[in-house]
């Protein structure tokens, strides 16, 4: 899948813009504050019907209006979707695919697979659990079909057994109520995350492979003890719940844990180091979501320059287009960009500035990124 077109009114400082992509890779360059996350952005909200920057519709609308919207044309290379995503203050979003409402923004996930890196993502390993666990999420969904309505029948039950561990007088066997359900779909999501984390590390091993200064050790926490059915453990946990009044262990406790030589990767290795495995992580999931779907997800990087050196950089939008995914990328300076933009045929380089976006031509682009 990759976008075509994008049309956008109303999203934070960005003019109206009516932009055609490369299937391939498309660069987005301008100063700070121009309006280049906010590009991505959009593309981001075309996928999923979310920001990647903020779960709530506001900070996303330009100040001073009432609406946003956001409209897109994707294709897989056989049929063209035409998604359009409203965001109203006070109404949050209306999604419509190909002129019909679509009333859940999974469905839209499901179609458009994309993967995000931005600074954030660098946090993969020196962040909390939550971070982590939602990337490991992205592939269970769309591996999963049951996943996701599973998981949110969890957090139901999750949010009732919460609640009633914050009552003063609180019994074990009100609490208890809700430990069948919430083990039931817990199981389910855990034999889910377990099965699609085993087709990942294989992707992370043979990536890491080549690497001979470090070796890493990649681990899936399932959120409580291993030789325990979440069940027991619900049972046994009411004593600790009720004093911390709410659940502690659970698939929502899940983690993903990185490891080399026995030691946390945090502990040993150097920043780049670390980003190399992080890069190579979302690797991985763009490589299983590709052997298992036959194409690649869209990779939207925001700010390439800050997270990576010129080299890795060149190195990683190599591994992801070999991949066939269609990336966009953003930076500050042009010339950051200059190998990709002299060597790669099927590019399309933008410029913005106060949030208009302007399309270079390849030569002006080359010379601009050459000085
Ligand atoms: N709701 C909004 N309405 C109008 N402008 C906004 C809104 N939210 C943010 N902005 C402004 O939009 C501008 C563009 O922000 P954006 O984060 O897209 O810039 P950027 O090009 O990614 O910058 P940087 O290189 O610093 O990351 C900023 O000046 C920001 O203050
Ligand atoms: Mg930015």
Not at 292 to 317: H, M, Q, S, T
Request: charged share 25%.
């Amino acid at each position: 899948m990759y976008y075509k077109r994008l049309l956008v009114s109303n999203v934070r400082n960005l003019e109206p813009l009516d932009l055609t992509f490369s299937p391939s890779v498309n660069v987005i360059c301008g100063l700070n504050g121009s309006g280049k996350t906010s590009f991505l952005e959009s593309l981001s909200i075309l996928s999923s019907g979310k920001s990647f920057r903020s779960h709530l519709t506001t900070p996303v609308i330009a100040r001073e209006h009432k609406a946003a919207t956001v409209f897109g044309e994707a294709s897989d290379g056989n049929t063209l979707y035409k998604i359009g995503v409203e965001k109203s203050i006070g109404k949050g979003s209306s999604i419509r695919l190909n002129q019909k409402p679509l009333q859940n923004n999974s469905a839209l996930a499901r179609l458009i697979p994309l993967l995000v890196i931005d600074h954030q993502s660098f946090e993969l390993l020196t962040g909390g659990s939550k971070f982590r666990r939602s990337l490991l999420d992205w592939l269970v969904f769309h591996v999963e079909q049951n996943f996701h309505v599973n998981w949110l029948s969890y957090r139901e039950v999750l949010k009732q057994r919460n609640a009633l561990l914050k009552l003063k007088e609180t019994q074990a066997r009100d609490v208890n109520i809700w430990a069948p359900q919430l083990s039931d779909f817990g199981e389910k999501i855990t034999g889910y995350r377990a099965k699609v984390f085993e087709v990942l590390a294989t992707q992370l091993n043979e990536l890491s492979t080549h690497e001979k200064d470090f070796e890493l050790d990649f681990r899936f926490d399932q959120g409580w003890k291993h030789d325990q059915s979440l069940k027991e453990c619900l049972l046994e946990s009411f004593d600790q719940d009720r004093r911390y009044q709410t659940t502690k262990k659970g698939p929502h406790r899940a983690d993903l844990l990185f490891t080399t030589g026995g030691k946390k990767v945090t502990d040993v290795l150097s920043r780049g180091q670390l980003k190399t495995v992080v890069c190579r992580f979302f690797l991985a999931l763009a490589n299983c979501y590709k052997d298992i779907f036959g194409n690649a997800p869209i990779i939207l990087i925001d700010d390439l320059p800050a997270e990576l050196d010129k080299n890795r950089a060149k190195i990683l939008l190599r591994q992801f287009l070999n991949l066939g995914s269609q990336l966009f990328v953003t930076g500050v300076d042009l010339p950051y960009f200059s190998d990709i933009i002299a060597t790669e045929q099927n590019i399309k380089v933008f410029h913005v500035e106060h949030g208009i976006f302007k399309e270079l031509e390849k030569d002006s682009a080359i010379n601009l990124a050459a000085v």
